[in-house]
C-alpha cells in the first residue's frame, strides 16, 4: 500500500536550519510529484511546493523562495525539505503529498512533521 | 493566486443530518477543485477530485457539485466519523490554493 512515512518532530532555535524527511513505498517513486504543505496551528493549508523525483524539476510558491530547499534521493525513494533562517512564523506541521498528473491534487499524505522554533 | 473562501469556519451539524459546506473562488477554476477531510493531529484525506469525482473508499453519503466559481460539498446522513474540518482547494492554477476550512460540531 502507498506510504508516506514522515521523520520525527523538530524542536530549532531561531535562526537554524531544519531538514524534514518523506520516505515513500508502496509505489513508484520516480512517478510522481511530491508536494510539501505547511499548516499552522489551528489554521489552513498552505501549498510550499513541488519536485519531481523522476527528473529533480522543482517549483516553489513564490512566497517560500529562499525558505523551503526541496530534493529528492532516488535511490531511498525519499524527499526532503530543509527550512533556512527559521523565526517563529515557520513553527508548524509540515506534511508530504504524492501527486501523479503534476496537477497539484494530492492524493496521499505523509502523517506530517512538527517543527517548532524556539530557543 | 486564486483566492479560496468558505463562507463557514464552523457548522453546528446533527448526527444523522445533512451537511452543506460552501466554497468560493475568486476566479474560475473550471471544476479543477478538490475537498479533504481532516481531523485532528490526521493528515487531510482527498474526498472528492474535478468537483464530483468521489475517490475511491470514499462513503456514497458524501457528494460534490459546483461550477465556474462555486463549489459545494454535501453529506447526507451524517456519521460520527465524518465530524471533521473540511478544505476546498483549488487545482487550476499555480499555486494551488486551500479554502480556510469549515469544521462540523455536532449540535
Known amino acids: 500500500q502507498v506510504q508516506l512515512q514522515q521523520s520525527g518532530p523538530e524542536l530549532v532555535k531561531p535562526g537554524a536550519s531544519v531538514r524534514i524527511s518523506c520516505k515513500a513505498s508502496?509505489?513508484?517513486?520516480?512517478?510522481?510529484?511530491i508536494h510539501w504543505v505547511k499548516q499552522r496551528p489551528g489554521q489552513g493549508l498552505e501549498w510550499i511546493g513541488w519536485?519531481?523525483?523522476?527528473?529533480?524539476?522543482?517549483k516553489y510558491n513564490e512566497k517560500f523562495k529562499g525558505k523551503a530547499t526541496l530534493t529528492a534521493d532516488k535511490s531511498s525513494s525519499t524527499a526532503y525539505m530543509q527550512l533556512s533562517s527559521l523565526t517563529s512564523e515557520d513553527s508548524a506541521v509540515y506534511f508530504c503529498?504524492?501527486?501523479?498528473?503534476?496537477?497539484?491534487?494530492?492524493?496521499?499524505w505523509g502523517q506530517g512533521t512538527s517543527v517548532t522554533v524556539s530557543s | 493566486d486564486i483566492q479560496m473562501t468558505q463562507s463557514s469556519s464552523y457548522l453546528s451539524v446533527s448526527l444523522g443530518g445533512r451537511v452543506t459546506i460552501t466554497c468560493k473562488a475568486s476566479d474560475h477554476i473550471n471544476n479543477w477543485l478538490a475537498w479533504y477531510q481532516q481531523k485532528p493531529g490526521n493528515a487531510p484525506r482527498l474526498l472528492i477530485s474535478g468537483a464530483t469525482s468521489l475517490e475511491t473508499g470514499v462513503p456514497s453519503r458524501f457528494s460534490g457539485s459546483g461550477s465556474g466559481k462555486d463549489y459545494t460539498l454535501s453529506i447526507t446522513s451524517l456519521q460520527t466519523e465524518d465530524v471533521a474540518t473540511y478544505y476546498c482547494?483549488?487545482?487550476?492554477?499555480?499555486?494551488?490554493?486551500f479554502g480556510a476550512g469549515t469544521k462540523l460540531e455536532l449540535k
Open positions: 482547494q483549488q487545482y487550476w492554477s499555480t499555486p494551488p490554493t
Open positions: 508502496g509505489y513508484t517513486f520516480t512517478s510522481y510529484y
Open positions: 519536485i519531481y523525483p523522476g527528473n529533480v524539476n522543482t
Open positions: 503529498a504524492r501527486d501523479y498528473y503534476g496537477s497539484s491534487l494530492m492524493d496521499y
